[in-house]
């Protein structure tokens, strides 16, 4: 008979936020209770929940400053009592060849688990079509290189070969564990692991083409003490807890309380999903689209958008509000304002239109873009997250902690389909179904 452990069993370490709630949704789909915090919590308090996710915006900073917030955050996972723990990155596997993903994962791995010790790197997420297949990285029909994420404005990947890109961002050596293997089952993984360790390999790529795969990998890696990769590879891990005995059913995980209140949409990722959410809303529904431009010569931006939104709140109607544009749009403000000074630009308008929407009413916030989800939950003063379920394939509803939640949906910027907006938000209001 299985039971729920009474501290942490997973701890896991996301370097954007909606990342983080990605690999919460996967794991309170696999029965774990699943708190997430918003940066390393400033208190030891115990944290009542099966899994614990610490969600960083440290994917784009420099990276002696992602392993330092990165190692602050293991340290407070150990605190709670976790056994095992999970580096979340992205499934496009975003960075650049300075990092970060290489340098937190050395030095993760060095904290957990010491000099001889191996890990997995797949991002793979076969749901939302991210597969890995000897090592290169396929969105979709195409390889990662084609697939738009080559015009990324922060991160662009013009190498679909991961084993390539880690090799880049580390001195550890990178192998791989190809197809061959995961697919003959968990034990010829961890022979093959085992051989890559002898051969100094301490980060290896592993192929993945379905969840069964991710399965395979998860038990392969069951007494790993570090795990690295996209929420994808998380799938398997609540099944390993259960099989040693340590985790119950799955029946009340995603419950979450019903938040009422005004609703709104802001969006402020430029991908191509995003892009295309944002004209399937406003082909029916009210939208205001931030200027960048404008807000960097010093228009009110934000008491525009405000007083567009208090204008349709009185007919009841959600609005939009979005700084989601084209990669030639995005180009063109760069060109002009830099492009880290156009990204924080968009990040605190946003933020503040937040805030200010939160005065007026708003209590149910979808939200569009990794780092426009960080400005955001920084704004609004949220701390922490309990996850609830799954609107589309890595994203989940969420509602803050205390006496007066808060509904918010924080996606990905690739992630949803085109109706993602209207669906997160018909979500939102029944959160507690």
Sequence with gaps: MTTSSSRPLLGCIADDFTGATDLANMLVRGGMRTVQSIG???????????????????????????????????????AQGCRQFFFKYCSTFDSTDAGNIGPVAD???????GENALTIACPAFPENGRTIYRGHLFVGDVLLNESGMQNHPLTPMNDANLVRVLQRQTASK???????????????????????????VR????????????????????????????????????????????LGGTASASQLPLVEGRSVVLAGSAS????????????????????????ARGEPVVEQALAFARE????EQPVLIYATATPDEVKVVQRELGAERAGTLVEDTLAAIALGLHALGVRKFVVA???TSGAVVRALGVHTLRIGAQIDPGVPATATTGEQPLALALKSGNFGATDFFAKALRHLDGAAS
């Design 203 to 246: 980060m290896a790529i592993a192929d993945a083409l379905s969840d069964a795969d991710l399965h395979t990998l998860g038990e392969a890696c069951a007494d790993f003490k570090l795990i690295t990769g996209g929420s994808g590879v998380a799938i398997g891990l609540p099944a390993n807890f259960r099989r040693a005995g340590l």
């Design 40 to 78: 390393v919590p400033a208190s030891d308090e115990a944290v009542e929940a099966d899994a614990l996710v610490v969600a960083l915006k440290s994917r784009t900073i420099p990276a002696a400053d992602a392993v330092a917030q990165s190692l602050a955050a293991l340290d407070w996972l150990r």
């Design 369 to 371: 873009g990794g780092e």
């Design 312 to 315: 349709h709140f009185g007919a």
């Design 272 to 295: 191509q999903a995003t892009n295309a959410q944002v004209a399937a809303w406003r082909e029916g529904r009210p939208a205001f689209r931030i200027d960048p431009l404008a807000a």
């Design 107 to 113: 030095a993760l791995l060095d904290a957990c688990a």
């Design 174 to 200: 990178v192998g791989l564990v190809r197809y061959d293997s995961v697919a003959q089952g968990a034990a010829a993984v961890r022979e093959r692991l085992e051989v890559l360790r002898r051969d100094g």
